[in-house]
């Protein structure tokens, strides 16, 4: 297939940020909220679920399992779609998905069917982070790129704390199921809203579309110039339109940045599910009530849209692999300090540090590294196997922490959270390329059967991945 002549990344690249930006951030992080949403409402509404015997911990359970394994495969059908049938198509369709699903769980008859319900949002949901954060940096300039993923990170995970506060407003007035409701309808409303999301036009070159591709590409444009006159296009060497396959991932040209992926998905899910959702639960068992224990853990998850927020103002200070291995380092550290602190004050703060650290780490790694690791026919596909393997650790993790803490205690618990942080930083030493204000194209694996590294002609070809 001949070279493509609509050049989508250097003309994306050298865009001013305007209102096109803005757009396809919020359109982008619509979605992404409503997800976190629906996530993070499982923990008010099973807790009324079981209290009004409606159901039962054994139900509870399979209610969470039916979450995962939803997410699980959304993620990996996710990939292959978004590569497929492109960004837009894949998105609005998981959305649609979760969407449904969630005004059909609020008028769920009985438990079972909640349950069934809840698997069809967990298609969706796992499918909605995989799309977005894999989208969001294909229109972004590399040079606030780290920036505008970070920003999606902060809308996405500040859900978290408006799930949480709507919940106790809520569930004990209306009751439960007003909940699946309300992210239910927004979802829809997203969804007919996001029909005038663009695709990416690097996606649609890369598959040929490219009278669709230069149209959005125009419109991108003009709509930039008016905040200032357009820079010139710099050629970084256009990549020739290539069909892949999911097995391309695991090639010794990719197979590096592949697990580089997974480590970082399999680390950061470590810590959340090995550590954060379990912070209530350690409270009480070192002998705090449980509203007091509600109470320290709300301060520290205050620390989720700090660490995005930190993200925001550091991404492209202090680029991706760099940024990753100091802040996993930190997050180690923080979390010995933890297993050994003294106080309840003392557990407080360096729970509040360890949140702040840990979603630092999905704004750097998850919502913005990952994706920045592979061509745009590739990006989707290698961010749902980097999913996947964070899901697999969702599930797992929690195992885990109920043997290390029937084993040791909290100390054993938090050794788990200090060993994956450890590991992701030699890994990213060892295996990382540094992908800070470059071009997705420079970026990119090398065509060539063996070659690792940026696109080949490029002015960064000659350069390590350092």
């Known amino acids: 297939m001949a070279s493509s002549t609509v050049n989508a990344g250097p003309r994306l690249d050298r865009l001013p940020i305007s209102g096109f930006h803005k757009r396809v951030l919020w359109l982008i992080g619509a979605g992404m909220f409503l997800d976190s949403f629906d996530i993070y409402l499982a923990g008010g509404v099973l807790g009324a679920l079981a209290k009004t015997g409606w159901s039962t911990m054994h139900l509870n359970a399979a209610f969470l399992s039916s979450t995962f394994i939803g997410m699980l495969i959304g993620a990996f059908t996710a990939g292959m779609l978004g590569d497929a049938k492109g960004r837009k198509f894949t998105y609005q369709f998981n959305l649609a998905v979760f969407g449904l699903a969630s005004i059909a769980g609020a008028f769920a008859p009985n438990m079972t069917w909640l349950i069934v319900c809840r698997f069809f949002m967990g298609l969706g949901l796992g499918a909605e982070i ?74 649609l070159e890369s ?25 010139p296009i710099v050629d970084t060497g256009r990549r020739v339109a290539a069909k892949t396959t999911l097995l391309d991932l695991f090639s010794a040209a990719q197979i ?22 379990w912070v209530p639960t350690f409270l009480m068992k070192q002998g705090i009530g449980m509203a007091s224990s509600l109470g320290y853990t709300t ?47 003392m ?50 993790a929690p ?46 694996p090398a065509a060539g059967p063996d070659a690792d590294g940026p696109l080949a002609g490029s002015p960064l070809s000659h350069e390590s991945n350092h």
């Open 399 to 444: 195992q885990l922490v109920v043997v290390m803490y029937m084993a040791g205690g909290i100390k054993d618990v938090l050794s788990i959270i200090v060993a994956a942080c450890a590991a992701m930083a030699v890994v990213l030493a060892v295996f990382g390329i540094e992908t800070n204000r470059r071009s997705l194209e420079e970026i990119a």
């Open 207 to 231: 598959k040929g579309r490219l009278d669709e591709a230069e149209a959005i590409l125009r419109a991108a444009e003009e709509e930039s110039a008016r905040v200032r006159p357009l820079p």
């Open 299 to 345: 301060l520290m998850s205050l620390g989720g849209p700090a660490g995005a927020l930190v993200g925001v103002l550091i991404a492209d200070k202090v680029g991706r692999k760099n940024g990753l291995i100091a802040v996993a380092a930190l997050a180690a550290v923080i979390g010995w300090l933890y297993g050994h602190s003294t106080s309840v004050g």
């Open 130 to 203: 995989v799309i977005g954060y894999g989208s969001v940096g294909e229109f972004m300039p590399p040079a606030v790129r780290g920036k505008w993923s970070a920003y999606l990170s902060l809308i996405t995970n500040s859900a978290l704390f408006v799930s949480t506060f709507l919940g106790y407003l809520i569930i004990p007035t209306i009751g439960w199921r007003a909940m699946f409701a309300i992210v239910g309808a927004g979802a829809m409303i997203v969804w007919f809203i996001r029909k005038k999301m663009p695709e990416s036009p690097r996606w």
């Open 347 to 396: 557990a407080t703060v360096l729970g509040f540090l360890l949140f702040t650290l840990t979603y630092l780490m999905v704004a750097l790694g998850i919502a913005t590294y990952v994706p920045e690791l592979f061509a745009t026919e590739n990006r989707m596909r290698a961010n749902g196997i980097a999913g996947c393997a964070g899901r697999i650790t969702g599930i797992l």
């Open 256 to 277: 590096r940045r592949t697990f580089v992926s997974i480590v970082v998905q399999v680390a950061v899910n470590m810590v959340i599910y090995g550590f954060i959702v």
